[in-house]
């Protein structure tokens, strides 16, 4: 079972967070998604920053060896490496998703870490939502309130060019296409083959798949057909 925060969130809504809460989480899904070794801890101003970061980091190591390594793909981070002596190689599972078809299958599954697609969900999903760092604890919450198991986002998965200013969209302002966050595989499978066909231009997209999993940035990207952009 993964580790758990052991900062804790501010109580009341209003109250200023602790620094050390998204310190150790960013920490965290470094180590998890850096292996075979505990990531460097970056250089900031802050000392209590740098601690957390680092105790998380040291946590998300361990989680990796464990339990398995996750990819922070739309971070920019390369594939998961593990070596010798760290978990063996990093490589998809079969998603259990069997789609219709025309949506080009879903059926490997990839897992991932990272806050970026989540933020999406957590907008779309439970709008109005005070994202203070805690997006995994937020996301899961209103899942567990709503009675979703399972949520899902169409994605791009080659990063299509930034906007020319921010749009307040964490993935559109990364460079990347998504759709409409969805109860339905199916919904979100055929929203996905809709924007591949709408251009005469190759396009690799998938699904993101979050079930509630506590504080953690854990979900599956579920490439369409199998297939990742060249060199991912």
């Given at each position: 079972?993964?580790?758990?925060?052991?900062?804790?969130?501010?109580?009341?809504?209003?109250?200023?967070?602790?620094i050390q809460v998204k310190a150790w989480q960013?920490?965290?899904d470094a180590g998890i998604s850096t292996p075979p070794d505990v990531p460097a801890t970056p250089l900031v101003r802050s000392p209590d920053y740098a601690r957390a970061w680092a105790q998380g980091a040291v946590a998300g190591n361990a989680d990796g060896r464990r339990e398995g390594w996750r990819w922070a793909y739309f971070d920019g981070t390369a594939r998961p490496d593990p070596g010798e002596g760290a978990g063996?190689?990093?490589?998809?599972?079969?998603?259990?998703?069997?789609?219709?078809?025309q949506s080009a299958g879903f059926q490997q599954s990839w897992p991932c870490v990272g806050e970026l697609p989540l933020r999406v969900v957590l907008a779309q999903f439970a709008p109005g939502s005070d994202d203070d760092g805690r997006t995994?604890?937020?996301?899961?919450?209103?899942?567990?309130?709503?009675?979703?198991?399972?949520?899902?986002?169409?994605?791009?998965?080659?990063?299509a060019g930034t906007p020319p200013q921010p749009t307040g969209d964490p993935l559109a302002d990364a460079g990347y296409w998504h759709g409409t966050?969805?109860?339905?595989?199916?919904?979100?499978?055929?929203?996905a083959f809709r924007w591949v066909t709408s251009s005469r231009i190759p396009r690799y997209v998938g699904l993101v798949r979050y079930e509630p999993a506590a504080e953690q940035h854990f979900f599956d990207l579920l490439p369409a057909g199998s297939r990742l952009p060249p060199g991912r």
């Open positions: 079972m993964a580790q758990h925060n052991p900062h804790q969130a501010a109580a009341e809504r209003g109250e200023l967070m602790p960013n920490g965290y063996g190689p990093y490589g998809p599972g079969d998603s259990g998703e069997r789609l219709p078809s995994g604890t937020l996301l899961a919450r209103a899942c567990t309130d709503k009675g979703v198991g399972r949520l899902y986002l169409p994605v791009g998965l080659s990063p966050v969805s109860e339905s595989s199916a919904e979100a499978g055929e929203e």
